[in-house]
């Protein structure tokens, strides 16, 4: 059975850094793409940034410059360091990944991790 599990969501103020991790574990044999979404409440969940297994990133471009996606491939983990945050990024954050594991290729959600930005 694999698993996603986040930590590192919080409240900060605006200006404020947090890192959120997110670690697989279960009978794993490769993960290609791990990105991270947001849900903010009344809104749909969207992709915030994602990574490739071999390191090639993608942002949208209200966090470029600000968030930094990466991985540890050893360890199952992908990361997303968030500096300069505003009110604006407050949602639930969900890790995602793309796993081949025994029952094949799935694409695999955390449970989520409430980010709060105070203005």
């Known amino acids: 059975q694999v698993q996603l599990v986040e930590s590192g969501g919080g409240l900060v103020q605006a200006g404020g850094s947090l890192r959120l991790s997110c670690a697989a574990s279960?009978?794993?044999?490769?993960?290609?793409?791990m990105g991270w979404y947001r849900q903010a409440p009344g809104k749909q969940r969207d992709l915030v940034a994602d990574i490739t297994s071999g390191g090639s990133t993608n942002y949208i471009d209200s966090v470029k410059g600000r968030f930094t996606i990466s991985r540890d491939n050893a360890k199952n983990t992908v990361y997303l360091q968030m500096n300069s945050l505003n009110p604006e990024d407050t949602a639930v954050y969900y890790c995602?990944?793309?796993?081949?594991?025994?029952?094949?290729?799935?694409?695999?959600w955390g449970q989520g991790t409430q980010v709060t930005i105070s203005s």
């Open positions: 279960g009978s794993i044999f490769r993960i290609n793409v």
């Open positions: 995602n990944a793309q796993i081949y594991a025994l029952v094949g290729m799935k694409i695999y």
